[in-house]
C-alpha cells in the first residue's frame, strides 16, 4: 500500500487521474473501519486532511456551497440556519467523535443508502460538485446515487464540495433507530418546505437500494397544498391529506429484511414518519406566517 | 513509512509505519502509549478516543498517514494538560503532575470498574469540560454519548464530571 498526501485541490486531482483506484480518505469513518477488518486493502490510499479548501464553506445567495469534507460538527454548529435539514441529519450521525471527523464528501463517497445526508440533500435540492483532471461538472442529487453504495462519479473523479439549496421554509429530520446515538437508521425521512416554488421536497433513507424521493406523494401533496390555497391561507393540513400523503410515501419505498428491521416495518415507520414531519414543518409554516403577517 | 507527530506535547516519531495502520496501532504498538485502549476498531466504543489538534476523535479511525506533523493528546499527557491550564504556562519536562482533577474525580466517585472505557471517558469529558465548565447534564451526556462503559452504568461516571466541574468552580 502507498499512502499519497496532496498537499492542494489539484495535486489531489493529479494523483487520483494518475491512480484512479486510489481511495480518497477525509474523515476516515468508513474507510478505515473497512481497513482494521481486512474488507479492503486499496493499493494507494489518498489522505484529503491536507486539501485546506475542502474544509471550507460559503454561504451564497441561493445555495451554500459545502466543501466535502467539512464534519457534521461543524454544520451543525454553523449552518443550522441555512440547512437546517442537514444539520439535524447530522446530529443523529454516531457520536460526537465520528461528528468530529466524518462529513457529507465522505457519505456521498460511500453512498450508503442508511447515510444520513442523502435524505436531506435530497428533500433540500443540492448538486454534487465533481472534477478530475478533465473538467468539472454539476451532478443534480437525484441523479448521483446509482445503486447500493453505488454513485455517479467517474474514477478519475473526487469530490470537491456540494451546493446545498438554501432554506426557504421549515425542514425536518427524522430517524428510526434503537436509541439515540451511535445508530444506523433503521429507516429515515427528509421533508423540506419550498414555500417560494411552493413545492414540498422528500428523501426517503435506509428504505430503498438507494436514498430515494417519494415523487408520487410530493406530486399529490403540491396539487392538493395548491387546490385548497394552503400555501396562501395558511390552514391546517387536515388529516386525511396527510394520511394519504403518508401512504403514498410508504409506497415509495422498496425495502428489505434485514438484521435491523423487517420490510414492512421500514414502510411502515415512512409513512408514520412522512406524516409527522409534515405536520411539524407545516405547522411551523403556518405559525411563521402568521407572525410576519401579525407584524405587517 | 515513516510519521513524525507531537504526542502530549512532545515530538515523536514513528518509523516503518504500514500505510493502513491506525493511530490507535502507532500509539499502543510503536510508542508503547498503551493508555487508548482497543475494543472494538470500528468507532462504536469510544475506548481509543484523543484529541486531534484539540478535536476528540476515535484513534482507530484515523490513519497514521494523516497525523503527520499534528498535535495528539491521549490519557497519558491529562495531566500534564491540566497542569498547563491551572498555571497557564508549560510543565517543566520531566515534572510529575500525577492525576488530573478529572482522573482524581473518577477515582472518587467510583466511577472506574474494570476501567477499559475509563481513558476514552476521561480525554472525552475533559475536552467537553473545557468548553462548558459548569455543565449540564445534558451537556455530560451528549458529550460522552460516543463512550460505551459495560460496568457502571454510568450513573457514577456522570457523578463524576459533575465532581470535577464543580471542585474547579470551588477553586475558582
Ligand atoms: C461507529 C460509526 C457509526 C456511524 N454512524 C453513522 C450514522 O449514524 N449515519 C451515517 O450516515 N453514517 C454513519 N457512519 C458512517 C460514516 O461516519 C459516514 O458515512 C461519514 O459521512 C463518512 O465520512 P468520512 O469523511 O469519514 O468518509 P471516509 O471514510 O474518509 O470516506 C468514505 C468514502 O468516501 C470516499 N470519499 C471521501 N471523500 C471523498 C471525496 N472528496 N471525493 C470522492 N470520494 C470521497 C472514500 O474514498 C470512501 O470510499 C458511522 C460510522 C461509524 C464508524
Ligand atoms: S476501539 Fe476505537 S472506537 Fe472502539
Ligand atoms: S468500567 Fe468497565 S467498561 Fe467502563
Redo the contacts with the bound molecule.
Keep these: 500500500m502507498d499512502f499519497l498526501r496532496p498537499a492542494g485541490w489539484e495535486e489531489a486531482l493529479a494523483a487520483k487521474a494518475e491512480h484512479p483506484a486510489a481511495v480518497p480518505i477525509a474523515g476516515g469513518t468508513d474507510v478505515m473501519v473497512e481497513i482494521n477488518f481486512d474488507h479492503r486493502r486499496p493499493e494507494y490510499l489518498m489522505d484529503l486532511n491536507r486539501v485546506g479548501d475542502l474544509y471550507e464553506w460559503e454561504v451564497g445567495e441561493d445555495a451554500v456551497r459545502l466543501g466535502a469534507c467539512v464534519p457534521y460538527a461543524r454544520i451543525m454548529e454553523h449552518l443550522r440556519a441555512e440547512l437546517p435539514g442537514l444539520a439535524l441529519a447530522s446530529h443523529t450521525v454516531a457520536s460526537p467523535q465520528i461528528r468530529n471527523r466524518g462529513g457529507v464528501g465522505g457519505n456521498l463517497g460511500t453512498a450508503s443508502p442508511a447515510g444520513d445526508a442523502h435524505p436531506a440533500l435530497l428533500a433540500a435540492g443540492a448538486e454534487v460538485e465533481a472534477e478530475s483532471v478533465r473538467g468539472a461538472r454539476r451532478i443534480p442529487i437525484d441523479a448521483f446515487y446509482t445503486g447500493v453504495k453505488r454513485n455517479a462519479l467517474a474514477p478519475d473523479e473526487l469530490i470537491r464540495a456540494v451546493h446545498v439549496k438554501k432554506a426557504d421554509g421549515p425542514q425536518q429530520y427524522s430517524k428510526v433507530g434503537t436509541r439515540n446515538a451511535m445508530v444506523i437508521a433503521v429507516c429515515a425521512f427528509g421533508l423540506a418546505l419550498h414555500p417560494e416554488t411552493r413545492t414540498v421536497r422528500t428523501g426517503i433513507g435506509s428504505a430503498a437500494p438507494t436514498p430515494v424521493r417519494a415523487r408520487a406523494a410530493e406530486e399529490f401533496l403540491n396539487a392538493a397544498l395548491e387546490e385548497g390555497g394552503l400555501w396562501d391561507n395558511g390552514k391546517a393540513v387536515v388529516p386525511s391529506l396527510a394520511q394519504r400523503f403518508a401512504d403514498l410515501c410508504a409506497a415509495a419505498c422498496d425495502p428489505i429484511d434485514d438484521v435491523r428491521g423487517t420490510a414492512g416495518y421500514r414502510r411502515h415507520a415512512v409513512g408514520v414518519m412522512a406524516r409527522r414531519t409534515l405536520t411539524w414543518t407545516w405547522e411551523s409554516y403556518r405559525g411563521a406566517r402568521r407572525t410576519t403577517e401579525g407584524a405587517a | 513509512m515513516r510519521i513524525d507527530f507531537t504526542v502530549n506535547g512532545r515530538p515523536r516519531e514513528a518509523d516503518d509505519v504500514w500505510e493502513g495502520e491506525s493511530l490507535l496501532y502507532v500509539l499502543r504498538e510503536r510508542l508503547g502509549l498503551p493508555g487508548s485502549k482497543n475494543a472494538c476498531e470500528q468507532g462504536e466504543c469510544g475506548s481509543c478516543t484523543v484529541r486531534l489538534d484539540g478535536v476528540p476523535v476515535c484513534s482507530c479511525l484515523v490513519a497514521a498517514g494523516q497525523v503527520q506533523g499534528r498535535e495528539v493528546v491521549t490519557v497519558e499527557g491529562l495531566a500534564d494538560l491540566a497542569g498547563q491550564r491551572s498555571r497557564g504556562a508549560v510543565a517543566r519536562p520531566g515534572e510529575d503532575t500525577g492525576l488530573s482533577p478529572l482522573q482524581q474525580a473518577f477515582l472518587d466517585a467510583g466511577a472506574?470498574?474494570?476501567?477499559?472505557?475509563?481513558p476514552g471517558l476521561l480525554v472525552a469529558a475533559d475536552e467537553m469540560l473545557e468548553r462548558h465548565p459548569d455543565p449540564s447534564d445534558a451537556d455530560i451526556r451528549e458529550a460522552l454519548s460516543g463512550n460505551l462503559?459495560?460496568?457502571?452504568g454510568y450513573e457514577k461516571i456522570m457523578d463524576a464530571v459533575r465532581l470535577a466541574a464543580a471542585r474547579r468552580a470551588e477553586r475558582g
Design positions: 472506574v470498574q474494570c476501567g477499559f472505557c475509563t462503559c459495560r460496568c457502571t
